[in-house]
């Protein structure tokens, strides 16, 4: 009989054990989602150099990554809308192109134009390069918060899975806006680098001036504008599908870790509500 109460006992205190190590499991996944979540609301993690103000924004008032997100909604819908207005820059130039075919020079007010979306053109190649550190800095915050993000980006577009880092962004970038500065510098006789001093100098209005002044240069400048806004439009075009993509892969990414912490506290619900099995036993008087 002795025996028989140190065996059952053996197995009560088995049983109580397992109980208070699947609990402590427990209650170490519930303060990890926990302690996670505190983190994810504390600040998004990342550096933004040279980002625009908007993304700048968005930045400083998301205070989790939901709140993030509804601004980069919006984010989305001016990266449509650029996209928008270099088709239509493009297509102007192109109907200054067949003016020029028909006639020895433009007229006064269409030269003017051509002189504006020059500008245009040329001074927006940095701010092609702002948009990419928009985005190089997005991809640094979905890499950061979410471990399986390159994987899913990598599953919903393997060509453009690659892209989506921060290193691919300043490359790319690097690459063509020099491509971009030497179309615009041959028009004007120049390198890419002197373009560009002379840009940063302020003297850039008065050369377009001059160079639209000759329907030589009316020519030259029809050239370099067609060459950018096609460049332009291209990178828009590159730009906005990294961005669906990267978004995809963010809500996949975020629904998959909200199911897991879904499952986690059913579980942790439908342990407390299990009851210990009971079992008849007969044991001695006084046990």
Not at 26 to 55: E, H, R, W, Y
Not at 79 to 84: E, R, S, W
């Amino acid at each position: 009989m002795v025996m028989f109460g140190l065996k059952l006992g053996s197995k009560r205190e088995i049983y109580n054990t397992m109980k208070k190590i699947y609990s402590l499991l427990i209650i170490v996944c519930l303060i990890t989602t926990i302690i996670a979540k505190q983190d994810a609301k504390a600040g998004i993690p990342v550096t933004c150099i040279n980002c625009s103000n908007m993304f700048t924004q968005i930045l400083e008032y998301a205070n989790d990554i939901e709140s993030l997100m509804e601004g980069i909604k919006r984010y989305e819908e001016l990266a449509t809308h650029t996209t928008q207005n270099y088709n239509k820059i493009s297509g102007d130039i192109k109907r200054y192109e067949n003016m020029l075919k028909n006639t020895k020079s433009l007229p006064d007010n269409m030269n003017t134009k051509l002189a504006i979306k020059l500008k245009y053109l040329t001074n927006d190649i940095k701010s092609t390069g702002v948009r990419y550190a928009d985005f190089a800095a997005l991809q640094d915050i979905f890499s950061q918060l979410y471990p399986d993000y390159q994987s899913v980006a990598k599953s919903i577009n393997p060509n453009l899975s690659s892209k989506l880092t921060r290193k691919y962004t300043e490359d790319h970038y690097d690459t063509w806006a020099k491509e971009a500065q030497s179309v615009t510098g041959k028009a004007f006789s120049m390198s890419g680098d002197q373009l560009n001093d002379l840009v940063e100098s302020g003297g850039f209005e008065d050369a377009v001036n001059d160079l639209i002044s000759t329907p030589e240069g009316q020519k030259e400048a029809l050239d370099a504008s067609n060459q950018l806004a096609a460049m332009q439009l291209e990178e828009a075009r590159n730009l906005r599908a990294l961005l669906a993509v990267s978004i995809q892969a963010q809500q996949q990414v975020a629904q998959k870790q909200q199911g897991i912490e879904y499952i986690q506290e059913q579980q942790s619900r439908n342990f407390w509500e299990t009851r210990e099995p009971t079992q008849t036993l007969n044991l001695p008087h006084g046990w």
